[in-house]
């Protein structure tokens, strides 16, 4: 992926309020499920009768809450949960 397709996806989670840290790890979100899906699909990979689309539009609106709710709990002060940590 390009710088400019990078800075694309940056200008596109600023909108949400996230800490820098945040934003990056945001953006890595993003482009893995970009370049995995793509990678999946163009193998011919999603056999169950069901659009990709769909399921894309749906992984993308789950991040997109993610953001939301990151933003909405988050700042400076908030620790990221690490694997295996949490309730």
Same mark, same amino acid.
């Given at each position: 992926m390009t710088y400019e397709?990078?800075?694309i996806l940056f200008d596109a989670v600023a909108g949400f309020g996230l800490?820098?840290?945040r934003? %990056?790890?945001a953006v890595r979100a993003l482009r893995t499920v970009i370049?995995?899906?793509v990678g999946l699909e163009s193998n011919d990979a999603f056999q169950i009768e069901r659009d990709p689309?769909?399921?894309y539009r749906f992984v993308v609106d789950t991040l997109i809450n993610g953001m939301?709710?990151?933003a909405? %709990?988050?700042g400076p002060d908030t620790a990221p949960l690490h694997a295996g940590e949490g309730p």
């Amino acid at each position: 992926m390009t710088y400019e397709a990078v800075q694309i996806l940056f200008d596109a989670v600023a909108g949400f309020g996230l800490t820098d840290e945040r934003a %990056i790890d945001a953006v890595r979100a993003l482009r893995t499920v970009i370049h995995g899906f793509v990678g999946l699909e163009s193998n011919d990979a999603f056999q169950i009768e069901r659009d990709p689309a769909d399921s894309y539009r749906f992984v993308v609106d789950t991040l997109i809450n993610g953001m939301r709710a990151e933003a909405a %709990i988050g700042g400076p002060d908030t620790a990221p949960l690490h694997a295996g940590e949490g309730p």
